[in-house]
């Protein structure tokens, strides 16, 4: 059994998902995915590219290639 992976490591290919940070005063919002159904992968930096690459992800990817759904 792997130990836990950091919060902060990115999704690669070997370990698909979504990924995303909040962004503090000196940083903006930051979020990454890894499709483990098609392998596409995105990148996005602030608040409101950051939910849209979610809404995307949710929509389109990872859980989405399940049931049916495409
Ligand atoms: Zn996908």
Known sequence: ??????????????????????????SSSQGDYVCGGCGAEDHANGDNNVKALVQDYADNHGPA????RQ
Do not use: I, N, Q, S
Not at 3 to 25: I, W
Not at 65 to 68: C, T
């Open 65 to 68: 290639h399940r049931g049916g």
């Open 1 to 26: 059994m792997r130990r836990k992976m950091p919060a902060d490591l990115y999704p690669t290919e070997d370990k698909p998902g979504l990924r995303v940070r909040g962004g503090t005063k000196y």
